[in-house]
């Protein structure tokens, strides 16, 4: 599975740009890529994949020639054509390819050991309890493809980070949450996008009134729909909401996949390049058909 994931990865990457190389460097922007994708497909550091005796022995028979060093590694993968690079691949592969008009929006938590030394990690609320570490927001259609995503630390707000992704994401029609995306600031960025209805169930229910703040047209109608005596559209809506629950389990239950934040994956600038690889191949992997068999 690993050798058919960086074949895509490679394929991807020609259908991209052309293999230019900067005039001072020995090594191409596409180069530097498929370096470190081999070492996140086998959930290594990238230094591992910068020795010869770690690539199979057909690649290496076929001139796979001289690889970057861990330093070159470092440096280039912080260059902004390599990072331009990075999001064209990932815009490319889990983009949805098709407009909808469902969209689910939810977090993942993904913590890290409590003593660890990453000052750029939060402590905040995950499953079950609270946490060290970070946490993904996502925007996702029911085939799970992603319109957008953020990745933040475990204290930072859901509904900070919703708000970001709602004002740029190209999507329209319904956005479901759960009630903590509740939020007359969340309804209001949707009624300036038009054509865009965040609906949710209200954070402390129905039985509550809204007080005597001035409620957004958004969020009137979210209520409108959810607790109307005939809410089966809403209620359908709500329900379905779930599978966003799926598509963030199959980020990680297979092998390579998004199962944890090894102890080389620290601070935010590589937690969101590790995060970045894992998502695109959970999509390559969901789109080729690319399955994993037991030993």
């Known amino acids: ?151 933040a630390p475990m204290n930072k707000d859901e509904r900070v980070m919703a708000e970001r992704m709602l004002r740029t994401a190209p999507i329209q029609g319904y956005v479901v949450g759960d009630s903590n995306y509740d939020s007359n600031t969340l309804h209001d960025v949707c009624d300036r996008r038009g054509q865009l209805h965040l609906i949710t169930r209200r954070r402390y229910g129905s039985q509550h009134g809204t007080g005597h703040r001035k409620q957004t047209v958004g969020r009137r109608h979210s209520m409108s729909l959810v607790e109307n005596p005939y809410p089966a559209f809403a209620d359908q809506m709500l329900q379905d909401r779930s599978e966003i629950e799926r598509r963030f389990g199959q980020l990680t239950n297979w092998g390579g996949g998004l199962t944890c934040l090894p102890p080389w994956v620290r601070t935010y600038r590589r937690v969101h390049r590790w995060v970045q690889a894992k998502l695109v191949l959970a999509a390559l992997k969901r789109t080729t058909e690319i399955r994993t068999y037991a030993a």
């Not at 470092?74 to 469902?102: D, H």
């Open 1 to 151: 599975m690993e050798h058919q994931l960086w074949q895509s990865i490679v394929a991807v990457l020609a259908t991209l740009s052309k293999d230019r190389k900067p005039t001072s460097c020995d090594f191409s922007d596409q180069d530097i890529v498929k370096v470190y994708y081999w070492s996140v497909i086998h959930d290594r550091p990238t230094r591992w994949a910068c020795t010869l005796s770690h690539w199979p022995l057909w690649r290496r028979r076929k001139n796979l020639g001289p690889l970057p060093s861990p330093a070159t590694m470092s440096r280039r993968l912080r260059s902004p054509s390599v990072q331009t690079l990075l999001v064209a691949l990932e815009n490319r592969v889990i983009a949805p390819k098709e407009p909808g008009l469902f969209w689910m929006i939810d977090g993942k938590p993904l913590p890290i050991s409590g003593i660890s030394k990453d000052h750029q990690a939060g402590y905040g609320r995950a499953a079950g309890g609270k946490a060290k570490g970070y946490k993904i927001h996502a925007i996702v259609d029911p085939q799970g493809a992603i319109a957008a995503w953020r990745l």
